[in-house]
């Protein structure tokens, strides 16, 4: 089993449309949680970082439950602009600091 | 600022060569990584160096061999590279939890 499972996509939305991510994890000692978004041929770039009580950045929520080991994302409204690969990323501490990056979910927004 | 930077962006090798791939980062990070990206897989760390002189194993070192003998510089060396590193080569360098990208090195090996 994968230590962070992404569904692969792709996600095929049309402009305007909710779109939600969901993303699992294996290690409960897992303490840090990300959304990167890496477009196509481009290098990963931080989206936003995921908290317990949960937190929003514009038409971007990002949700974690610890007890299900799952992070999720959500975008309303979405843009073309929107399309990308969205990489969920976990931080454990085992020994020293551990991340390990999911193998990203494709997502394409249609006019 | 330039961020991370890498060279070169493409090149293509033939079995048993070898080559450098250079990572510079202006943003005085200590903690520097090379990654590799293969479809349907994530970025997986072959090798990471927490400060100067300092370098550690990742997942997947086998095949590579890194140094870091400035700072700002990551160095990621092929020996005798083979067909199964193929593959896109991303540098990073983090502060807090952050991690900043190079734009890639995309590399065939033939």
């Known amino acids: 089993r994968k230590e962070v499972e992404q569904d692969p996509g792709p996600f095929n939305v049309p402009e305007g449309a909710t779109v939600a991510f969901n993303c699992t994890y294996s290690?409960?000692?897992?303490?840090?949680f990300f959304w990167y978004r890496q477009d196509c041929r481009k290098e990963p770039k931080l989206l936003m970082s995921?908290?317990?009580s949960g937190n929003e950045d514009g038409r971007f929520t990002a949700q974690l439950n610890r007890a299900s080991q799952y992070i999720s994302l959500l975008i309303r409204d979405s843009k073309l602009s929107d399309s990308a690969t969205y990489l969920c990323v976990v931080k454990t501490r085992t020994g020293g600091f551990k991340t390990i990056f999911g193998a990203g979910t494709r997502l394409f927004v249609k006019a | 600022n330039a961020g991370v930077t890498q060279t070169p962006k493409f090149r293509v090798l033939k079995t048993g060569q070898s080559m450098t791939l250079l990572c510079a980062q202006d943003?005085?990070?200590?903690?520097m990584y090379w990654y590799r990206q293969d479809p349907g897989m994530g970025l997986r760390l072959i090798h990471y160096?927490?400060?100067?002189?300092?370098?550690a194993k990742g997942e997947v070192p086998d095949g590579y061999n890194v140094s870091r003998l400035k700072k700002q510089n990551f160095l990621l060396g092929l020996e005798s590279a083979a067909p199964s590193q193929t593959s896109v080569y991303f540098c990073a360098s983090t502060e807090d939890n952050e991690q900043f990208f190079g734009p890639g090195t995309r590399l065939t090996v033939l």
């Open positions: 290690n409960s000692a897992s303490q840090s």
């Open positions: 160096s927490v400060g100067e002189g300092t370098t």
């Open positions: 943003m005085n990070h200590e903690y």
């Open positions: 995921v908290y317990s």
